[in-house]
């Protein structure tokens, strides 16, 4: 059963009644909702929906902006890909953001630019670059462009866990559409070798070691399974068809 797009476990319940009344709307809760964001980075927690209703202040009440609460709004939605979180935090952002963030990265395509200025188009331009990576299963290349730019470091720096919270989300990906892998395509995948790949491998997803290949566990979605058509016609169905066959147009 999947759980309602506005449910989260660990929401504590001063947040849980300001996201259900019309305080939810109201400017002076701003600062609450940004120490909530704070608090999810700490914790390793996660609350969409309460991400999006701060984001969404910002937008009625722009002086109440704090890039830093943005950014780390978008860095924690990067860690529960292939969901459209991320997507949908980018579309509550001011559109001049979103615009010089596009430019630039029209100006220098995939990679980031020379110079950091560290404004918040800048951080949306590099983060989108990562998002784009994760979603076309680029994870070699995710984890050399999170290397790439000291840029980077800082816009993940609050984010308690962001590397590991990407190794598992990758993980479940993989265990999605493959039976087995080989191990060094893994370690390029994961950012990760050695014994401590051996022991995420087998602690952490409960997959199995066979020398240089990685075998994953069937489940419902890395399952081949056969598809039988069945369509159910009724006798009386072929009837009508025969019928209007032979009657002729008025």
């Not at 949908?88 to 979103?98: E, F, G, I, N, R």
């Not at 050399?144 to 984010?159: F, G, H, K």
């Not at 999605?176 to 893994?186: H, P, S």
């Not at 070691?209 to 075998?215: A, F, H, I, S, T």
């Amino acid at each position: 059963m999947v759980a309602a797009f506005d449910y989260c476990a660990d929401r504590p319940e001063h947040i849980d009644t300001i996201l259900n009344g019309l305080d939810r709307y109201n400017p002076e809760t701003t600062s609450t909702f940004q120490g909530y964001v704070a608090t999810q980075c700490e914790s390793q927690t996660y609350d969409c929906y309460a991400n999006l209703a701060l984001l969404k202040l910002y937008q009625f009440n722009p002086h109440l902006t704090r890039d830093e609460a943005t950014t780390n709004i978008l860095v924690k939605a990067l860690t529960v890909f292939p969901s459209p979180d991320f997507a949908l935090c980018l579309s509550l952002l001011p559109p001049y953001v979103l615009a010089q963030a596009k430019l630039s990265q029209q100006q220098n395509g995939n990679a980031p630019p020379a110079s950091s200025t560290g404004t918040l188009a800048e951080a949306v331009q590099h983060l989108s670059i990562l998002h784009t990576q994760l979603n076309n299963a680029q994870y070699t290349a995710f984890w050399n462009t999170l290397e790439s730019d000291d840029l980077y470091a800082d816009l993940v720096a609050d984010v308690a866990g962001f590397e590991d919270s990407m190794r598992v989300r990758i993980a479940v990906v993989v265990s999605q559409c493959m039976q087995e892998v080989q191990r060094g395509v893994l370690e390029s995948w994961l950012n990760v070798g050695g014994a401590k790949l051996d022991n995420f491998v087998k602690e952490v997803c409960g997959w199995k070691l066979e020398g240089e290949k990685v075998r994953i566990p069937l489940n419902q979605e890395n399952e081949a399974r056969g598809t039988v058509v069945k369509e159910d016609v009724k006798f009386e169905q072929f009837g009508r068809i025969v019928k209007r066959a032979y009657e002729q147009p008025a």
